[in-house]
Nanobody, 114 residues
Framework: QVQLVESGGGLVQVGGSLRLSCAAS????????MGWSRQAPGKQREWVAT???????NYADSVKGRFTISRDNAKNTVYLQMNSLKLEDTAVYYC????????WGQGTQVTVSS
């Protein structure tokens, strides 16, 4: 089993920045990718960014150029640096990990205010 613990969410003004962290523990030896998804109120959960075990990154068009995903393999931690935040970035952000199964974190709230 894998446990994922997110941190770093909060309230920020439009144009501001936040950095989310997600620490993985447990059976982390067969990770193929980690990433982030988000769910805004009344909307379906959507994919945000992925980083593979080899370091390849991919981003949703809505965050490309503003968000950066990175990973510290020694700490089994993935980060999401979010810059130039917009109102529409308000959501619960979920960390996920793909190994033999797919695991989700509990989510962290990000609220962007005007």
């Amino acid at each position: 089993q894998v446990q994922l613990v997110e941190s770093g969410g909060g309230l920020v003004q439009v144009g501001g920045s936040l950095r989310l962290s997600c620490a993985a523990s447990g059976s982390t030896f067969s990770i193929s990718a980690m990433g982030w998804s988000r769910q805004a109120p009344g909307k379906q959960r959507e994919w945000v960014a992925t980083i593979t075990s080899g370091g390849t990154t991919n981003y949703a068009d809505s965050v490309k150029g503003r968000f950066t995903i990175s990973r510290d393999n020694a700490k089994n931690t993935v980060y999401l640096q979010m810059n130039s935040l917009k109102l529409e970035d308000t959501a619960v952000y979920y960390c996920w990990l793909q190994a033999s199964l797919h695991f989700w974190g509990q989510g962290t709230q990000v609220t962007v205010s005007s």
